[in-house]
């Protein structure tokens, strides 16, 4: 992941995805929802770090980075600007979080060898 992937909010999943990949003769499948993640919105890095569904290899470290990037600028904000402006820098990184965590994961994914599944037309 790179820091433009960060904010690629164009690139972003807007509609399900479906990713496949043949592991040991089995498709494994994985399912990207197209929406704003609620849950990584609430939780942040600790939704990945928690939950099975979104374990694939080095994803979790992927997603600690853009966390620790918001630990540092929430962390500045406080010592430069009042707990008012802070709150809404917190609130707008969980925000930002939450809608780029699935395209983060999608990314993921095809870094880890899946493929988007055609749908028959």
Do not use: H
């Amino acid at each position: 992941m790179t820091f433009a992937d960060w904010f690629n909010f164009r690139g972003r999943v807007k509609q399900d995805q479906v990713l496949v990949k043949t592991v040991d003769g089995q498709e494994d499948t994985k399912v990207i929802p197209g929406s704003f993640n609620l849950l990584a919105f609430l939780f942040t890095w600790f939704f990945a770090l928690f939950t099975y569904r979104y374990r694939t290899p080095f994803f979790i470290v992927k997603a600690l980075v853009p966390f620790l990037a918001l630990m540092t600028v929430n962390m500045l904000a406080g010592v430069l600007f009042n707990t008012l402006v802070q709150a809404v820098i917190n609130l707008l990184g969980a925000f930002w979080y939450g809608a780029m965590f699935n395209t983060w994961f999608r990314n993921q994914l095809l870094v880890n060898g899946y493929q988007v599944q055609k749908t028959a037309a």
